[in-house]
């Protein structure tokens, strides 16, 4: 499966981005989805998932309550609604997938996007 990530851009703190994240290639359906992200210098985290039907969600505790991770199996796309950002959610954000996964840890995940940079000022 291929996915490409995009919605990221320069957004003040307290605003809020919508990032989309397309699949082609195989039945997406079948497939858990996960938003992780990498800021400078620091190692790729674990942000949000969601499983194949889209009935389970879980999320790191530094996003928990202000992003919100959907899915629209019809469009073959997962969202990552991102509210009351905050400079320290800067950072380049990649979408990955794995088929009937449902993981916080990266390395279950076999497919992943290009990222799309996240920049949330002061």
């Known amino acids: 499966v291929q996915l490409q990530a995009s919605g990221g851009g320069l957004v003040q703190a307290g605003g809020s981005l919508r990032l989309s994240c397309a699949a082609s290639?195989?039945?997406?359906?079948?497939?858990?989805t996960a938003w992780f992200r990498q800021a400078p210098g620091k190692e790729r985290e674990f942000v949000a998932a969601?499983?194949?039907?889209?009935?389970?969600?879980t999320y790191a505790d530094s996003v928990k309550g202000r992003f919100a991770i959907s899915r629209n199996n019809a469009v073959n796309t997962v969202y990552l609604q991102m509210n009351s950002l905050r400079p320290e959610d800067t950072a380049v954000y990649y979408c990955?997938?794995?088929?009937?996964?449902?993981?916080?840890?990266?390395?279950?995940?076999?497919?992943w996007g290009q990222g799309t940079q996240v920049t949330v000022s002061s």
């Open positions: 969601i499983d194949w039907s889209g009935g389970s969600t």
């Open positions: 990955a997938a794995c088929p009937m996964c449902y993981s916080r840890r990266p390395t279950m995940y076999q497919y």
């Open positions: 290639g195989r039945t997406f359906s079948d497939y858990g």
